[in-house]
Structures are given as structure tokens and as C-alpha cells.
């Protein structure tokens, strides 16, 4: 799982990649909760993931739960149709702030 | 044992990182079947949350196991049938979460509840082992 970790208007952006499944979510955790160790509002781009399984989408939801106890903003940004689909599947969609970019969310605060 | 007259016969061992090449697999089986887009994304999903949780809750994380994966046609449905030759688990102990409890795990086997017809567990007779066997309307 190729990922990136970028920092822009404030916010950790994770750039995930490709097949999120059990050979790579717990990386995906582990980078997750970094940024939010890190204290940084963190987003999850979605947008290049070709599959994600129940222990990637388990790691989105502690990344969630951890950002809600510490206060931090977390979210995901351009959610694949492939990441979507599972994630309508566990009604997480409603859960999960989504935006469509990180202009969409900026966009937020005007 | 493996019958004849599988679609489909996989032998792997019980490592993460064939997840990938079982998921191709049973995506370009359901495709040649004429399956749906849905039904292919669907068999696809239940397979490999199948085999994680046998990954995960039958070899404990030992990559050395082995599994099967075997898939037939009977009539208008596909049999998906998983073994595995770990000590019994008891998969009632892992049965899925409610969806509004917002937690990391048990969505696994909620997702096979979601996407296949028919699941059962069961233990091998006369050896160490389970197997998940799964039903899927597809035409």
C-alpha cells in the first residue's frame, strides 16, 4: 500500500493507494494515529483506493473514535466508488465527514 | 476433499498478502459467469472477509497454515466452500457487530451476512480443521 502524508491548510492529508486490505491496514493505522498523536486535524484521501476490506475500514473508524476523544477534526476526502460501496455496506457513510477535496472542506469555513 | 467439478480451486496459505490474487481470481470467475457487477463485487467481498477471518481467528496470525477455496455451481447459485485444518474455532464467538456500535472490528462477518444468501460453519470430521461454506444466488 504506497501511501503519502502531506500537510496542507493545517490539516495532515493521508493519501492512501491501491487494495486496503489485511497486508496493509495495520500500516494504515499505524500512519493514521501518528498524525493524530501529532495533534493534526487529520483527512484520509480515498480517491485511489481500489478496495478496502473490514480491517481497513476498522482502521478509518479508530482514526475516527481516536480524533473524537482528542478533540481533532478527522475525515475522508474523495472517496472512491470502490471505497464508497463498503463503506454504504457498514452505513459508515453517514458516520464519516466526506468531502469531495480539500477545497470542498476549506469551503466549509468561508 | 476437492470435488471434481469446482469452478474454481485455490490452495494457499493463510498469509495477508495472498488476499490480492484470491480476490483477482474469484472476481474473473464471477465475470466469466456472466455475474453482475454487484454480484462479482459481492462473491468478491464474502471470499476475502471469509479467509481473513480464518487468518485472523482460526491460524491466529500463522502464515504457515493452509487453506482451500472452492467454488461450484449448483443450478442457479454458486457454493463457495473455505476449509481450514486449524484447531476448531468456535465462529458463533465472532458473530457480527451491530452496525450502530461504532467500533473497530466484527464488521468481517457482517459483511458476509451482507453480501452472500446463506453462511455456515462447521468442523472437520476426523481432523483438525473448519470450513465456512457460503451460497450465492447468481442468476
Same mark, same amino acid.
Given at each position: 500500500m504506497p501511501y503519502k502524508i502531506k500537510k496542507d491548510a493545517g490539516f495532515a492529508i493521508v493519501e492512501l493507494t491501491g487494495d486496503i486490505d489485511l497486508s496493509c491496514s495495520p500500516e494504515a493505522r499505524k500512519v493514521i494515529l501518528e498524525c493524530l498523536s501529532d495533534r493534526l486535524p487529520t483527512l484520509v484521501d480515498l480517491?485511489?483506493?481500489?478496495y478496502i476490506d473490514s480491517s481497513g475500514v476498522a482502521s478509518l473508524v479508530e482514526g475516527y473514535q481516536t480524533a473524537k476523544k482528542k478533540s481533532l477534526e478527522f475525515g475522508l476526502l474523495g472517496v472512491s466508488e470502490a471505497a464508497l460501496s463498503v463503506l454504504e455496506l457498514a452505513r459508515l457513510d453517514k458516520v464519516f465527514p466526506i468531502y469531495a477535496s480539500l477545497k470542498e472542506r476549506l469551503a466549509k469555513n468561508a | 476433499m476437492p470435488s471434481k467439478n469446482a469452478l474454481l480451486t485455490l490452495r494457499f496459505q493463510? +498469509? @495477508?498478502?495472498r488476499l490480492r490474487s484470491v480476490r483477482n481470481r474469484v472476481q474473473a470467475l464471477g465475470e466469466k459467469l456472466g455475474c453482475t457487477k454487484q454480484q462479482v463485487t459481492d462473491l468478491v467481498i464474502a471470499v476475502n472477509e471469509a479467509c481473513m477471518n480464518i487468518m485472523q &481467528?482460526?491460524?491466529?496470525? +500463522?502464515?504457515?497454515g493452509r487453506i482451500v477455496l472452492e467454488i461450484r455451481r449448483d443450478g442457479g447459485e454458486l457454493e463457495i466452500l473455505l476449509t481450514d485444518f486449524a484447531a476448531p474455532v468456535e465462529y458463533r464467538e465472532i458473530g457480527p457487530r451491530a452496525l &450502530?456500535?461504532?467500533? @473497530?472490528?466484527?464488521?468481517g462477518t457482517y459483511f458476509i451476512q451482507a453480501t452472500v444468501d446463506e453462511c455456515s460453519y462447521g468442523h472437520l470430521e476426523g481432523q483438525s480443521g473448519n470450513y465456512v461454506r457460503m451460497r450465492k444466488q447468481i442468476n
Open positions: 480517491s485511489a483506493v481500489t | 493463510a +498469509d @495477508p498478502r &481467528h482460526a491460524y491466529k496470525g +500463522d502464515r504457515a &450502530h456500535e461504532l467500533r @473497530p472490528g466484527g464488521l
